[in-house]
């Protein structure tokens, strides 16, 4: 489905708390994440020959995309376009760019977009914004395998690496998408995707930033081929994936499989960004989070490869579901337009 989605009010409270008390019964054995909703109409889009190639001009030995059926075919993904749209234009650098937003686990795209307002600051700015659904498990949660802690408790083990990056390679092959600006976002279960994603897929994304997430327990598994902007974001009071890292319970495997600590998630993509070994501390900032005032002090690292600026900002006293203000997805915004693979 394809719709361009005005400015406006902010989204409807009780769909938020919905949210919020959907992702605060924890994960795994920690959490139950009621499903959320869903909103998917197909639609006509116009037949364009796609084109990829990496950055020696060598091109990639990736399966053709369907032409034809809805955007994320099986999975079809809602597709929202900036007012100022433009369907035609021959230079792919004045095109527009392209976000994909992750859910977290038993959420769905629409209902993410729907707590981030994501794509009512982003469409005004020109961007295209894509709300994809993950698969539907035996307990009526819709969830994304993206690291061997979270989310696939069932076994099912989907290919969710493939389904985000054949996605995009059809956005970008149907509308008028700069290659180049591709961005993901990713919250809790989407974000351990979304962080998944720049261990694997550097070609297709220029900068990720994860909501409450974390990479792999063994950082040996990330391997990306470029540097890539990765911003986190994590609450140091998050009950769901703890700040300091923890364990989610697989019923199907009788275990306990751990992630790392958010600490340790930046750190590792700062060594393989190439930056230099301990963080800078910025000056505190308000993200507007409710009565908690200034409540991160960004850390960035310094001397990174071009293109891979490597930032964290821990969310003093926040936990799995912070309720932001508007200042906060123009700052996250601000970080992903510091990148364009050229």
């Not at 007012?83 to 230079?91: F, I, L, R, S, T």
């Amino acid at each position: 489905m394809m719709s361009r989605m005005p400015s406006g009010s902010p989204a409807p409270r009780a769909v938020l708390l919905l949210f919020a008390a959907s992702v605060s019964l924890g994960l795994g054995c920690a959490t139950r994440d009621p499903a959320g909703v869903e909103a998917r109409v197909d639609t006509e889009v116009p037949e364009v020959a796609p084109s990829e190639t990496q950055e020696g001009g060598t091109a990639e030995a990736l399966p053709p995309i369907d032409m034809t059926g809805p955007i994320g075919g099986t999975r079809p993904a809602e597709v929202k376009l900036p007012d100022n749209y433009e369907a035609v234009e021959p230079d792919a650098a004045k095109r527009h760019p392209l976000i994909v937003l992750l859910h977290g686990y038993g959420a769905t795209g629409v209902l993410q977009d729907l707590y981030l307002n994501l794509s009512r600051e982003a469409n005004p700015r020109g961007y295209v914004v894509a709300l994809p659904d993950g698969t539907l498990n035996a307990s009526g949660q819709r969830f994304w395998n993206a690291s061997d802690a979270c989310c696939d408790l069932a076994g099912g083990a989907p290919d969710d690496v493939a389904y985000v990056r054949d996605l995009v390679r059809q956005i970008v092959a149907r509308y008028s998408v700069d290659p180049g600006r591709v961005y993901l976002v990713g919250h809790s279960n989407g974000a351990f995707l979304t962080l998944r994603l720049a261990c694997e897929q550097t070609k297709h994304f220029a900068a990720v930033v994860s909501l409450a997430g974390a990479t792999w327990a063994d950082a040996a598994r990330c391997k990306p081929e470029l540097p890539i902007g990765v911003l986190t974001i994590h609450g140091s009071a998050d009950p769901v994936i703890a700040y300091e890292g923890g364990t989610i319970g697989h019923p199907s495997a009788f275990a306990a499989v751990p992630y790392p600590s958010a600490k340790s998630t930046i750190a590792m993509f700062g060594d393989r960004n190439g930056c230099a070994r301990e963080p800078v501390k910025g000056d505190p900032r308000d993200l507007g989070l409710t009565s908690l005032g200034r409540e991160t002090t960004p850390w960035q690292y310094e001397r990174c490869k071009a293109g891979g600026d490597t930032e964290h900002w821990p969310l003093e006293g926040a936990g799995h579901v912070p309720t932001f203000g508007a200042a906060f997805v123009p700052a996250m915004l601000a970080f992903l337009e510091r990148h364009a693979r050229r």
